[in-house]
C-alpha cells in the first residue's frame, strides 16, 4: 500500500558508506553502487605534515554533511550472469551455448538501452567489470555528466528516473 513493495513503482533506498552510495530497491536488495565524481585537489587543502589519504577522506566527509552539489559520477549495476566460470564439474555444451547465447542477447540490449537513453539521462560513458565478489557477473559502469547534490536522499532522487527506467526496461 502506498507504494511501498509495488514494482510499478518502485522506492529505491541509498546508504552512504565510506564516500560510496550503495543503492537498494524496494525489497532491500542491493542493486548497484553509486560514486560521485568528487573531483577534488588535496594539494589545495593539506600541508606537508598530512596524510593525503585522511586528508581527502575528510574531506569528502565534509562535502557529503554539507550535501555539496558534485559533477556527476559513475553508477555501477549488475549486467550479465554467465554461470560458466569456477565449475569443478563439466558443463553440458548446450548449457553453454543457450547461456552465451542469452548473455549476448542481454548485453545487446544494454547495448541500445545506452544507446537510446544515453542523452536524456545524460550518460557520457560506459565500461564493464568483472564484480569483485562474484566472477561469474558482469557489472556495468555508467558514467552520468550531470550535477548532482550529495545526500542519501537527494541522489536517490537524482538516479530515480535512471533506476526507474532501467526497471521499466527490465534490465534491473
Known amino acids: 500500500m502506498f507504494g511501498r513493495g ?4 518502485p522506492l529505491w533506498k541509498l546508504e552512504y558508506i565510506d564516500t560510496v552510495y550503495k543503492i537498494y530497491d524496494w525489497d532491500k536488495n542491493l542493486t548497484g553502487y553509486f560514486f560521485p565524481n ?33 559533477k556527476g559520477g559513475n553508477v555501477m549495476l549488475p549486467m550479465v550472469k554467465l554461470q ?14 543457450n547461456s552465451l547465447d542469452q548473455n549476448a542477447q542481454r548485453t545487446r540490449k544494454w547495448k541500445q538501452w545506452i544507446h537510446d537513453n544515453h542523452l536524456e539521462f545524460k550518460i557520457f560513458g560506459s565500461s564493464i567489470y568483472t564484480a569483485r565478489e562474484d566472477r561469474n557477473m558482469l557489472s556495468i559502469v555508467l558514467g552520468l555528466g550531470y550535477n548532482i547534490i550529495l545526500g542519501e536522499k537527494e541522489i536517490g532522487l537524482s538516479l530515480r528516473p535512471l533506476l526507474d527506467k532501467l526497471h521499466q526496461d527490465d534490465l534491473i
Not at 6 to 9: A, H, I
Not at 47 to 67: G, L, P
Open 84 to 97: 560458466l566460470l569456477d565449475n569443478e564439474e563439466g558443463i553440458d555444451l548446450d548449457y553453454v551455448i
Open 38 to 70: 568528487y573531483d577534488i585537489n588535496i594539494d589545495d587543502y593539506k600541508d606537508e605534515s598530512q596524510d593525503a589519504h585522511e586528508v581527502e577522506d575528510n574531506i569528502i566527509e565534509q562535502m557529503n554533511k554539507e550535501k555539496q552539489s558534485v
Open 6 to 9: 509495488n514494482r510499478d513503482n
